[in-house]
Nanobody, 115 residues
Framework: QVQLVESGGGLVQAGGSLRLPCAASGDIFSINAMGWYRQAPGKQRELVASIRSNGSTNYTDSVKGRFTISREGSKRMVYLLMNSLRPEDTAVYYC?????????WGQGTQVTVSS
């Protein structure tokens, strides 16, 4: 089992920045990948960024060049640094981890970007 706890959400003006930390606990040593999803009101949940155990990263097109995913070497923490935020980035952001084909989710943290 893997437990994930996000923090760092809040209200920010357009153009601002936020960093979302996610703390992982439990059976973290076999985690293959971690990532961040988001879900805006009335929209489907979408993958924002992911990072694999070899350090390779992937971003959805709308955040490329603005968001950066990173993690500590121990896999205990993963971060999403969000710069140049836009109102359309407003959503609940969820931390995820994949281990042996099973996906684990955090409870989510709200990010609101005002125009």
């Amino acid at each position: 089992q893997v437990q994930l706890v996000e923090s760092g959400g809040g209200l920010v003006q357009a153009g601002g920045s936020l960093r979302l930390p996610c703390a992982a606990s439990g059976d973290i040593f076999s985690i293959n990948a971690m990532g961040w999803y988001r879900q805006a009101p009335g929209k489907q949940r979408e993958l924002v960024a992911s990072i694999r155990s070899n350090g390779s990263t992937n971003y959805t097109d709308s955040v490329k060049g603005r968001f950066t995913i990173s993690r500590e070497g121990s896999k205990r923490m993963v971060y999403l640094l969000m710069n140049s935020l836009r109102p359309e980035d407003t959503a609940v952001y969820y931390c995820t981890a994949e281990r042996f084909g099973i996906d684990y989710w955090g409870q989510g943290t709200q990010v609101t970007v005002s125009s």
